[in-house]
């Protein structure tokens, strides 16, 4: 990215963030008035409903008007572009200086952790890290633990190869079950 073309983005950045102060909160018609009714937007279609007739008085209805700047459409806060990867081999066709990597929801842990070293290796931007640490986390102490245990199996086999009898074989004692009466 080039000086003009950054200052471009912050400005546009900065446009899309005072567009969106003044974006009132949409609401479905009369969920303020009704209980049952969630104020998840739903776009009025009554033939006398006041929303849609924007009537005065009546809140907002949503409309192409208060869309943001096409220059920041599809662009994170932090500037960069998202692109949702599923595999290490779709690192490879990213700009880390403009695109930032956001991991898909049905990627697995191994594959997730394999997707964090690569992406250091290519110093790209994680934008769902969080999740990441806690993993990154367990398997170094997973780890830790592993090799911790593999002395001490070893230990214990050595023991046993020294100390080894033949066993006798023991009757097996049958529990019986206590009869109804």
Do not use: C
């Amino acid at each position: 990215m080039t000086e003009q073309t950054k200052a471009i983005a912050r400005n546009a950045l900065e446009l899309r963030e005072r567009v969106k102060r003044k974006k009132p909160k949409f609401a479905k018609q009369e969920s303020w008035r009704y209980k049952r009714l969630k104020g998840n937007w739903r776009r009025p279609r009554g033939l006398d409903n006041k929303m849609r007739r924007k009537i005065k008085g009546w809140p907002p209805t949503v409309n192409v008007g208060y869309r943001g700047p096409k220059a920041t459409r599809r662009v994170h806060p932090s500037g960069y572009t998202e692109v949702l990867v599923y595999n290490t081999e779709e690192l490879k066709e990213i700009d880390p200086k403009t695109q930032a990597v956001r991991i898909a929801h049905p990627v697995g842990r191994r594959k997730r952790a394999k997707i964090l070293v690569e992406a250091r290796k290519r110093k790209i931007t994680i934008l769902n890290l969080k999740e990441i640490k806690e993993v990154v986390k367990e398997e170094k102490e997973l780890e830790e633990e592993k090799e911790k245990e593999k002395p001490e199996k070893k230990e214990e086999a050595e023991e046993a190869a020294e100390t080894e009898k033949p066993k006798q074989k023991q009757k097996k004692k049958r529990k019986r079950r206590a009869r109804k009466q």
